[in-house]
């Protein structure tokens, strides 16, 4: 079979749910040039659920980070499970999309040809020994998405491939589950702006007061809120702080769907939304793939590499109020609230504007 025409090609990116996601463009670029090539992914098994139903990847591989947790032996097993699996499904082509020594052992012994990107701190050897294709590292100007699609040009000519496509696709029974979680809480049908205050990391969030002002204030015009947070004992922590603040006028219709949504009943509840409110984080890319109004309050990540992918996002940038950290000195683990330089007024005004509200706090 030549490798002008695969039959099978493998995507890899072991990275977090808004990684994957905005790894999806090189699946459809990929699937439009080759429509009878089946595309498979290999993620790590806690993102899996972004992709799973995605219709144009065929099957999806998945890495346990737990393996190494539960002793060498049993993480030489599932490897070589793993390995053996992905040997077998005799790839044409495998793109790494991402910097990790793993990945690229991956893609060179499982496809007879592999494509990846020269990471400056993977400026070795090995790491050009294991891709027969290695395409330029993006500058930072350059969003995800586009540094993605760099791995391409091997295979698919850049005017093939543009534009950038990402997919969050959404099954039935997400919806269904979602609808039965809200008509639990009394919703019948009404439309409703969702917020996400929450993100993985806590830096990346804005102030539990300021969070609750806005839910107050769009109760106050009139408007229904959802209200969602992942499972997490600091998100919990922090939409509780929201609710210990807000009273809900009379009429006013407030529906809390923290840590108990699957990510696609998530995306199912954002796709139903007419504005999403939310921060740097997977729902914020969500919210952007499938191309809902939102408004994004951003920090110190790089702003041109994160930004929502959608010309329907506004994005707040606190470096437009306030010093922030370089990105790249960021310490993840500090709980310190990077967004708290953005004010109230900024976002409501931008909120207003895309609800056509009156700006008056």
Known sequence: MSLAQPKRILVIKLRHHGDVLLATPVVHALKTRFPDCEIDMLVYRETADIISDNPEIAEIFTIDRSWKKQGLKTQLSEEKKLFSRLKKSGYDWAFNLSDQWRSAILAKFCAQCSVGISHIKRDRFFWRWCHDFLNPEAGRGCHITEYHMNVLPPLIRPEETQPAKVMMAIGEDARSNLQSKLKKQGWNGEDYVLFHPGARWEFKCWEDGKNAAI???????????????????????????????????????????????????????????????????????????????????????????????????????????????????????????????????????????????????
């Not at 920090?299 to 370089?326: C, K, M, Q, T």
């Not at 609230?337 to 976002?347: D, G, Q, S, Y």
């Open 215 to 361: 839910v107050q204030l769009l109760l106050n015009h009139g408007q229904n809120v959802v209200l969602t947070a992942a499972p997490s004992a600091t998100e919990q922590q922090m939409i509780d702080a929201v609710l210990e603040r807000v009273k809900i006028p009379e009429g006013g219709k407030l529906w809390i769907l923290s840590g108990n949504l699957n990510l696609r009943e998530l995306a199912a509840a954002i796709d139903g939304c007419k504005l999403f409110i939310g921060v740097d984080s997977a729902p914020m890319h969500i919210a952007a793939a499938l191309d809902k109004p939102q408004i994004a309050l951003f920090g110190p990540s790089w702003l041109d590499r994160w930004h929502p992918y959608s010309d329907n996002a506004e994005v707040i940038w606190a470096g437009d109020f306030g010093d922030l950290p370089h990105p790249d000195s960021i310490n993840t683990s500090d709980n310190t609230r990077l967004l708290k330089a953005i004010p109230l007024e900024a976002v409501w005004n931008k909120i207003a504007e895309k609800l056509g509200l009156n700006k008056e706090t």
